[in-house]
């Protein structure tokens, strides 16, 4: 069965995209990541084996924890994440655990935002 990400995880504007890909590591290469997020939407959310660190990184990094004010950022992480773990990624975020670490968060995420990180979780099985 091929898993495909919701629609919201490939609407993410160029600053949405911008700011996650400013999530790296000092010194590490933001453009790098960016132009891998943007081939990422192109690919229709399906990571490629080429994009093990970029993106991947900074997609993990993004779905680890709510931002005030980078909701929509949080919730296509989460939803790339998903995707990248149904292609079967290894995660250092095990996605039972979090869904639970994170529940205070995501019950306080805009209803639209709640209900589509909630309904991806459940789709994938967790």
């Known amino acids: 069965m091929e898993v495909r990400s919701p629609p919201l995880a490939l609407s993410a504007s160029p600053t949405e995209l911008a700011w996650i890909a400013a999530l790296c590591d000092a010194g590490d290469d933001a453009p790098r990541h960016l132009q891998q997020l943007q081939a990422l939407q192109h690919q229709?959310?399906?990571?490629?084996?080429?994009q093990e660190w970029y993106p991947f990184e900074v997609i993990e990094r993004g779905a680890s924890q709510v931002r005030l004010g980078h909701e929509r950022e949080f919730v296509i992480c989460v939803l790339l994440w998903l995707q990248a773990?149904?292609?079967?990624?290894a995660s250092s975020l095990d996605p039972?655990?979090?869904?639970?670490d994170r529940a205070v968060e995501i019950e306080a995420l805009p209803?639209?935002?709640r209900d589509v990180v909630l309904d991806a979780f459940t789709a994938a099985g967790y």
């Open 44 to 50: 229709g959310g399906r990571f490629s084996d080429e």
């Open 85 to 89: 773990l149904a292609q079967g990624r």
């Open 111 to 113: 209803d639209a935002l």
């Open 96 to 100: 039972r655990l979090h869904l639970d």
